[in-house]
DNA sequence: ATCAAAAATACAATCGATTGTATTTTTAAT
DNA sequence: ATTAAAAATACAATCGATTGTATTTTTGAT
């Protein structure tokens, strides 16, 4: 039910004169006098008109629209590129349009499907835990669609990136339970087929090794990193009997649900388990004890990840050359990991 | 730049054919035999065809896709209450744009009119705490794009809302500090303009008046609830030398920061002060002590907005008619309230 | 007052898909 | 084989705005 059906060519008729003078006064051309465009302005602003951008669009062959996916909008490192994906490209005159693929590697697909028919200028993501085939990401370029990642990124070539040093993040968090005098440290990962978990991972056996401790493939726990999997994790290594006085967790959730699940079972933190976990989510400064973790400068990345696609959307010919930004990640301590 | 220009007449070129059929055939019609359809079919696919929406929404004069405005796409009930909204919107073949307008009236300002000239179907809205005028609500309604509120609603005539009962869930949290025996309750409250804070206000008022308690001017706080400001409240009250037993708090953040002030000045919880929240936020269950708080249904909100809204986008002449659902809310007791 | 140059505006095609109507092709009954 | 009815496809207008080109109007110099 479209009440207002006000178009540039009622205007027209309204004031007789013709449609392509309205459209040119409404877009401050140079081409209209001003008097024909106050006119103009004027019976618009009394008749209610407003732009159709379908149609202008359409006609453009432009949107001034780009995409962000990210995983979970709930999440706050999420939230934080996202405030700073709107900021940057606000100022730049493109709309934003977010989307979430809760993980799920179907609605991801979906999402880009409609972002491409809804022909945006260019996407930014951050893929899902169960993106391993990279076929709705390479379509996407092929299409023409500028495609930049952040923070979970893919293995294909010819990509733009904006990433931290994944693997200084987990060398850092393990080095710094190793520093604490932890020995046994266990790994909560992600999906190894993920880059980012594959580096963290990497970063935690260096670390390790530098220090002349064995990696033991009993202390590599892969899962989603849910608040439940960081529980469930605990559940297993208890039962198991396996012993470990230090968790570094690829995300603060799954450390969360880890503290918990340690505090029920009357484990002291730091005191018998310390725990590093990983992006500085709000709630890791609330949980008793306070979580050590590495934070990630999510604004930032949001910022620098929508500069660089909008110069890929002005440039011609960039979809053929590659760049990674790496932003700069920091441990953050508190009290999880004070021994 | 665009590498894929494949429109229909491409691919009617490609079988020397008219368009016409080409889009019948895509489009499933009975029109076009199944041997021409395959033959279509097949060759689109070959040619890497994908429908540009933005001709085929201007041809139709209709979107589906409906806008969701919340102040804030982090804050755990909203977050919720767009993953209910996706869910509806998706199972009934409408897209969503997800918008946060950042408790800025501007920017709500904006949001609404790029969704409006996008010809977006309807829009679902939790207004910012700016929110004071409703000229661009209205104007949506007047342009004939159905709108319904959710949660943070306002006060016009004909509106169709999804709410809790805000009077009730501020009674119950009152009644409940005051059944734990707390005399000298505090409110924190929102912008007295918003219809949800003036109900969560009267709430609590009537649950001291019941109880024989005077309400006392100083017991009003309003802010914009954010973290800082429930610490500012409490070093306000602790400066004036204002005695005060318990804490009603119009959300969980301003109750997290009262929290950690309280805590940094010696004080105990729930032994000097009892606090109840509002929203249930995950951090609630976090945080030592775990903070009492009214829980609000996120996730059904969200799908009972939806339906109201394709109700309304389907029904030509709903946009007259008013309607008002109200959902269930309830009292979550943890430690912070237990004396 | 005349006329060329400049300025302002009008005309018409276009973006890509949809859809009512017209035309052609097929089917089937005689 | 003929022909009317039915099925399949083609034609052309349309959605609303934009934009290159054509035309008209205005300006100003003579």
Redesign the interface.
Known sequence: ????KVTIHDIAKALDINSSTVSRALNDSPRVTKKTKDKILKVAQEM?Y??????S??RK?V?NTIGVVVP???R?FF?SV??GV?ETAYQAGF?V????S?EQLEREKNIL??L????VDGVLISISMETMDYEHLEGLK???I?LVFFDRHCNIPGTNNVLIDDFKGGYDATQHLITKGCKNIVHFSGPQELEIYKNRFRGYKEALKKNGIAFRDEYLISSRLMEQDGIDNIKKLLDKGIVFDAIFSANDVAA?GAIKCLIENKMKIPEDVAIVGFSNE??ST???PTLTTINQPGFEMGKAATDLLIKNIKD??S?LQEETIIMESNLIERQSSQK
């Not at 349009?97 to 979430?100: N, Y």
């Not at 491409?116 to 022909?119: G, H, L, V």
């Open positions: 039910m479209n009440i207002n209610g407003q732009r159709n951008l379908l149609a669009n359409l062959n949107t979970r909008i709930s706050h939230s996202i405030q709107e709309s349009i977010i989307c979430q809760l499907e409609t491409a028919a809804n022909r092929n299409r023409g500028p969360i709000p709630i609330v949980i008793n011609e010919n979809l």
